[in-house]
């Protein structure tokens, strides 16, 4: 249909002009539509040669398989594993065996439990199953790529996430410069932190290299050490006993800087407290988002008791405007849930200012369809943080949050970097389960540094992209989440330059929006713009940089480090 007639029709009647947007996304895809008889033949043979069935098969595997892990007596799923890893359970006990086919990360008498990496991925053949899954699934998409006249594999990607190559080309520099320079810095102070707390064992570390520190009164040890240093004037190692060095597994090892760390991080937090906690959180930002999160509690619209065979993970349904949203988590008492809480309650709020838009339009594109729910997590976290009276559990909480902006920026922008160089390997034909490896390792090591940059190896880790399901289910989805968390940063930025007197109006707009409008025009209120490399890089200074410096500075007030060291 030409132009011209569209804008007649949608002019002449209002029910029709509501879904001005919509059509509008229809049409940009049509451009990369095949000749009718082409489609149909594609829609007709796709039960049967598309490579669903390779990736069910490869998730029903990942999701059953079981692991041994020491210190417990039944074998652990997929899941449970990753919990004991997310949520910080950690494990005290005895050593690992060579029956132990997850990989144990042992930090003096603890061990932080890594799902990915070792054996029982080899064990159950889950490496096998993602190489057929991935290799199928890169192919159908570099070959629909070509044939439908897509740029490249990921502006496939930005198509369908109404986005331009241009905002996510922007976005991937900022990270591969500004943001992995901030990176290595966390990462380096928190391979300092633990090294000061007599967590690990540091590479080519020695007493003189502390000599001149001022040693926080708990580390006793590292005193002694220094007194040895001074007496003998010789570079005399630390002694560390039977603790390990800095490897990438370790980059989640819990930080305890008090005695009371410990007991903290195992007591459990009753439902009521998690409520209470993410309503206060809510008040500090947005009455409507109170209102409307009491609306869900009120209505009965989160699911949050533990029950034998419920779905594991967390996530909200948008539903239809009819019907509402629902909340579907398991609520085990475990601090995590409550930020759980916060993400999932700020999707459904999302979703309620949404609803205006109809059937249609109320879903938000994907790049923005992370912003209510990272901004409710992160001022719940903000809240909490501002509540903390203990410097050294300021320091714990600070650190904890920047492996989580690590993991959500750096490590997802690796990730992506990871599906980039499978799609330009699968070119040359079937790529191996060993390429698949090495890739991995590469963009890892892209983003995080050789080994004795940071981290002193990788030992373990060059099967994980076996578990990363994002890559069969949707290509090139990853970086949405990078881009999510900068945009949230982005959005608290903006706030408080100018003086967040209006801001609270603008968002709720923002979200009411729904999928009326794409990311360039939905920041235009707030002065921002995307399509430039400084907004990326100033995002990542705001979001990922204050985070660290202020850290960094916490940590040698309490003399952790030397403040010349940052």
Known sequence: MPSETLEELLSADERVRRYHAFVGR?????????????????????????????????????SSSTFRIAGQPEALSYSQIREFMLVRQWLTGKLPTESDSACMCVHGNTRAVSPRGCSGIVENRIDKFAALALNMVVGNWIIETRERGYHSPRSRRNVLNSIS????????????????????????????????????????TTGTDFHRRKIHPDCLWQRFSQVCSVILHLPVPFVYFDIQTFSFVDRLAPLTLTKDSSAEATA??????AVETVKNGYASFSPVFVRLFEKLLNEGRIDAAPADGKQTGAFCSGGTPATGPFILMTHTGVKANVQTLAHEAGHAIHFLLAYEQGNLQYHPPLPLAETASLMGETVVFFHLLDQTES??????????????????ITRQVSFDRFEELVHETRLSGIVGDDEFDRLWLQSTKEFFGDEGDVF??????????????????????????????????????????????????????????????????????????????????????????TAVERAERLASELGYIEASRY
């Not at 801001?503 to 794409?518: P, W």
Request: charged share 25%; with cysteine.
């Open 391 to 408: 410097p050294h559990k300021v320091l714990e909480m600070l650190v904890e949050h920047l492996d989580s902006l690590v993991g959500t």
């Open 268 to 273: 459990r937090v009753p439902w009521c407290q």
């Open 456 to 545: 002193d190896d990788y030992a373990g880790i060059e099967k994980d992209w076996s578990t990363v399901h994002h890559f069969t289910k949707a290509p090139f989805y990853v970086y949405s989440y990078a881009l999510a968390d900068l945009l949230v940063g982005s959005l608290l930025a903006a706030r408080t330059q100018n003086d967040g007197s209006d801001f609270e109006e603008k968002f709720i707009s923002f979200l009411q929006a729904g999928d009326t409008a794409d990311l360039e025009t939905a920041l235009r209120p707030f002065g921002l713009d995307p399509t430039t490399p400084s907004f990326w890089r100033d995002a990542i200074g705001m979001r990922l940089g």
């Open 26 to 62: 229809i049409r940009l895809q049509g451009q990369f539509l095949l000749d009718e008889a082409i489609e149909r033949a594609l829609n007709v043979r796709a039960p049967w040669t598309s490579p669903d069935t390779a990736v069910k098969a490869y998730r029903k595997q990942l």
């Open 165 to 204: 190559d241009e905002i996510v080309n922007a976005l991937i520099a900022a990270v591969k410069e500004e943001g992995v320079q901030v990176t290595r810095r966390a990462m380096l102070l928190k391979k300092r932190l633990l090294t000061a707390t007599g967590k690990i064992k540091v590479s080519q």
